[in-house]
Nanobody, 122 residues
Framework: QVQLVESGGGLVQAGGSLRLSCAASGSFFSIDTMGWYRQAPGKQRELVASSPSSGNLKYADSVKGRFTISRDNAKRTVYLQMHNLEPEDTAVYYC????????????????WGQGTQVTVSS
């Protein structure tokens, strides 16, 4: 069974930094895209950053220049380094991954982590 486990959330003052981690565990063949989404109270879940296996990183306009996504394929882990945090970044951050479960399958299965709370105080 595939699981995505996030860590690194917490409470930080505006202007501070946090690093989120998400590790994929279980038995599977490979990971295609790994990314981070967030959902603030009363708002829809939105893409923060994504890291496809092709390497074309994508960021939401609101985080460009402040957040950096990276991945360690050997550790099956994706990171989100967040700098200069703003109160508007307060949300539950979710890890997401498209995983190829078997070498015999060409389709990808999408998985979500349980979420980690990031709170930025002003």
């Amino acid at each position: 069974q595939v699981q995505l486990v996030e860590s690194g959330g917490g409470l930080v003052q505006a202007g501070g930094s946090l690093r989120l981690s998400c590790a994929a565990s279980g038995s599977f063949f490979s990971i295609d895209t790994m990314g981070w989404y967030r959902q603030a109270p009363g708002k829809q879940r939105e893409l923060v950053a994504s890291s496809p296996s092709s390497g074309n990183l994508k960021y939401a306009d609101s985080v460009k220049g402040r957040f950096t996504i990276s991945r360690d394929n050997a550790k099956r882990t994706v990171y989100l380094q967040m700098h200069n945090l703003e109160p508007e970044d307060t949300a539950v951050y979710y890890c997401n991954a498209d995983i190829r479960r078997s070498q015999w399958l060409t389709t990808l299965t999408n998985y979500w982590g349980q979420g980690t709370q990031v709170t930025v105080s002003s």
